[in-house]
């Protein structure tokens, strides 16, 4: 049996959709600003309700590694081009290297 490949894409192109279409049924506004409260940013339903005490006690168990040496700490601005410069190419040897 021959598989009809444009068969096959246009149900799969229909399929997708049919089922990607968004009803916009949350309170989030259409031009893509955040509402004013920041309480209606989530769907409190479907949040664990977790407390300040365990995310303090999760966090603490995190490692995030060494931090960044003193030197490339804080990256001058991008108006002293040479010392722009020069800073990523430490910061590149330090990613690449961790010199």
Same mark, same amino acid.
């Given at each position: ?10 149900? *799969?192109?229909?399929?997708?959709? *049919?089922?990607?279409? %968004? ?5 989030? =506004?259409? $031009? ?36 960044? =040496? ?9 108006? %002293?081009?040479?010392?722009? $410069?020069?800073?990523?190419?430490? *910061?590149?040897? *330090? ?5």
């Amino acid at each position: 049996m021959k598989l009809n490949y444009k068969a096959i894409f246009v149900l *799969f192109t229909l399929i997708l959709a *049919f089922t990607a279409c %968004d009803e916009n049924t949350s309170n989030q =506004p259409l $031009n893509g600003t955040l509402l004013e409260d920041p309480n209606e940013w989530v769907c409190h339903d479907s949040m664990d309700k977790v407390s300040e005490n365990e995310i303090a006690l999760f966090c603490a168990t995190l490692s995030f590694g060494d931090s960044a =040496p003193d030197n490339i700490q804080n990256p001058p601005p991008i108006s %002293d081009l040479n010392a722009k $410069n020069q800073y990523d190419h430490v *910061f590149q040897n *330090f990613i690449r290297n961790r010199e």
